[in-house]
């Protein structure tokens, strides 16, 4: 079945670095979604791609949907301590509905 | 204020005995769906609804049961609970499968 691999798994920054994070699968996505888990909550939709290639920011998050549908990267500028948190990338795929799979995370913590 | 709620947000108990975990929506949204979150796993789904009366199995539905009476409501039922379930869940709905979906805050289930 489809499944989606996350890098790196965690990572310690200090407080102003720049972040990077990739989602790699061998199936072929129609979207990718990227998810943001605060400790102790559910996660929330930080940026949604849907056509190959597209490049779309919010704020100090970019993300790129892959050129071949099968990957996409978050980038975070100037971090700040509020980053800290679980990212989660997710694919959709049309089956018999539209079904969100989605990656095992990248833990990120900043350091002040 | 729109939101998913679920209730408990944390539950202790022994293998065997049933427990049902609710799950409410206020944006009469369609699409309901229940995931578990496991370490180094991401989110799993264990059972979608598109509408009411309208359920189906996603990925790892063994052990779970789920209804759908009414649009608000999507209760996570678990006959006879055992260690293996022990995870962290999340209801999520959105308008249709195809569109944003929110998070509930969560339940940390435990079964000893």
């Known amino acids: 079945g489809q499944q989606l691999n996350q890098s790196p798994q965690s990572m310690f920054i200090q407080e102003g670095e720049d972040v990077s994070m990739n989602c790699t699968s061998s199936?072929?996505?129609?979207?990718w979604l990227w998810y943001k888990q605060d400790p102790g909550e559910g996660p929330v939709l930080l940026i949604a791609?849907?056509?190959?290639?597209e490049l779309t920011s919010n704020g100090r998050l970019t993300a790129q949907f892959g050129i071949t549908r099968k990957d996409s990267f978050l980038n975070i500028s100037a971090s700040i301590p509020s980053d800290v948190g679980i990212y989660f990338c997710?694919?959709?795929?049309?089956?018999?509905?539209?079904?969100?799979?989605f990656g095992p995370g990248t833990s990120l913590s900043v350091i002040p | 204020e729109a939101q998913v709620t679920q209730n408990p947000r944390y539950l202790i108990t022994v293998t065997g005995k049933k427990l049902t975990v609710t799950c409410s929506q206020n944006?009469?949204?369609?699409?309901m769906s229940w995931y578990r979150q496991d370490p180094g796993l991401g989110l799993r789904q264990i059972y979608y609804?598109?509408?009411?009366?309208?359920?189906d199995k996603g990925d790892v539905p063994e052990g779970y049961k789920v209804s759908r009476k009414e649009k608000r409501n999507f209760p996570l039922i678990l006959e006879s609970p055992s260690p293996n379930q022990t995870s962290l869940y999340f209801c999520?709905?959105?308008?249709?499968?195809?569109?944003?979906?929110?998070f509930g805050p969560g339940t940390r289930l435990t079964v000893t």
């Open positions: 999520a709905s959105s308008l249709f499968d195809n569109y944003e979906q929110y």
């Open positions: 199936s072929i996505f129609n979207t």
């Open positions: 791609l849907y056509k190959a290639g």
């Open positions: 997710a694919g959709r795929v049309k089956t018999s509905y539209d079904k969100v799979i």
């Open positions: 944006m009469n949204h369609e699409y």
């Open positions: 609804s598109m509408n009411v009366e309208v359920t």
